[in-house]
T-cell receptor, first 104, second 117 residues
Framework: RKEVEQDPGPFNVPEGATVAFNCTYS??????FFWYRQDCRKEPKLLMS???SGNEDGRFTAQLNRASQYISLLIRDSKLSDSATYLC?????FGAGTRLTVKP | DADVTQTPRNRITKTGKRIMLECSQT?????MYWYRQDPGLGLRLIYY???????NKGEISDGYSVSRQAQAKFSLSLESAIPNQTALYFC????????????????FGPGTRLTVL
């Protein structure tokens, strides 16, 4: 079993839709959780850290469930510019990424 | 100027050749990392270094070696390249805040696209 697992998608959604990604992890001792965004052929960049109490940044909400060992990312009111691959990171381990395409 | 730079950006080499990928950073971070990215597999950690005298193997270190020449420089070597090492290689840095057990945001270089024929 991989340490960090994500649904690879792809997710194809219309503009304005709400979309959610989940990521499960196997190491219960993990203490650092992140979501990164990666555009095609570019380097990953931090989207947001994930805190135990959950956190929100504009249209993006991240949550952590330690008991079930998963983190989630919710994107509301999707924009065309949200089209990218979203990478879940636990410690130094990356998930394989979930591809999102937002269509007009 | 970019905070994390990688050279070369693209490289084509032949099986059996020795190749070095270099990474430099101006962020003043102690921690540096090397990852490779393959389609469908995401980023996999090759080696990481928490300071100049610290080198640690990651998930897939076989066939690779690293050198941390200075705080700002971390190089990755393929002693004898093979075709399945064809991939996109990323270097990343992060600071220490929070203690050794805490991982902070990583800042990535632009990547090196390596092709082994």
């Amino acid at each position: 079993r991989k340490e960090v697992e994500q649904d690879p998608g792809p997710f194809n959604v219309p503009e304005g839709a709400t979309v959610a990604f989940n990521c499960t992890y196997s190491n219960s001792a993990s203490q650092s959780f992140f979501w990164y965004r990666q555009d095609c052929r570019k380097e990953p960049k931090l989207l947001m850290s994930v805190y135990s109490s959950g956190n929100e940044d504009g249209r993006f909400t991240a949550q952590l469930n330690r008991a079930s060992q998963y983190i989630s990312l919710l994107i509301r009111d999707s924009k065309l510019s949200d089209s990218a691959t979203y990478l879940c990171v636990v410690g130094m381990r990356f998930g394989a990424g979930t591809r999102l395409t937002v269509k007009p | 100027d970019a905070d994390v730079t990688q050279t070369p950006r693209n490289r084509i080499t032949k099986t059996g050749k020795r190749i070095m990928l270099e990474c430099s950073q101006t962020k003043g971070h102690d921690r540096m990392y090397w990852y490779r990215q393959d389609p469908g597999l995401g980023l996999r950690l090759i080696y990481y270094s928490f300071d100049v005298k610290d080198i640690n193997k990651g998930e897939i270190s076989d066939g690779y070696s690293v050198s941390r020449q200075a705080q700002a420089k971390f190089s990755l070597s393929l002693e004898s390249a093979i075709p399945n090492q064809t991939a996109l290689y990323f270097c990343a840095t992060s600071d220490v805040g929070g203690g050794r057990a805490i991982n902070n945001e990583q800042f990535f270089g632009p990547g090196t696209r390596l092709t082994v024929l």
